[in-house]
């Protein structure tokens, strides 16, 4: 079945960074687009970056476009989100996803930035 768990998360000041990652299993990584979202508290889930199956194509959110970076290792079954310039309003739990339906996502990890 399905797994994606996603780690890396934690509490920073603004201007800080983290990377998180999001181990997959139980599907064909490499055949997959795959998505980060995010669900800020008290709000519903938003989009924040997605790429192709061989990481040659990436999108993101233009709020965060310049800060964060989109990528993957399909020999690790693995993608990652490399944060910087951390900002309060990037506060939220941060999902992988492994389509566009945002239906099968991990448990998340938590990302506070706060001074």
């Known amino acids: 079945q399905v797994q994606l768990v996603e780690s890396g998360g934690g509490s920073v000041q603004p201007g800080g960074s983290l990377r998180l990652s999001c181990e997959a299993s139980g599907f064909a990584f490499g ?7 995010r669900q800020p508290p008290g ?3 938003e989009w924040v970056s997605e790429i192709n199956r061989n990481g040659g194509y990436t999108l993101l959110r233009k709020d965060v476009e310049g800060r964060f970076t989109i990528s993957r290792d399909n ?3 693995t993608l ?3 944060m910087n310039d951390l900002k309060p309003e990037d506060t939220a739990v941060y999902y992988c996803a492994k ?3 945002y239906a099968e996502r991990g ?3 938590l990302v506070t930035v706060s001074s």
């Open 107 to 109: 448990d998340g990890t």
């Open 43 to 45: 709000k519903g889930l």
């Open 99 to 101: 389509d566009s339906t």
């Open 75 to 77: 020999d690790k079954n």
């Open 31 to 37: 055949d997959s687009w795959m998505y980060w979202v």
């Open 80 to 82: 990652y989100l490399q």
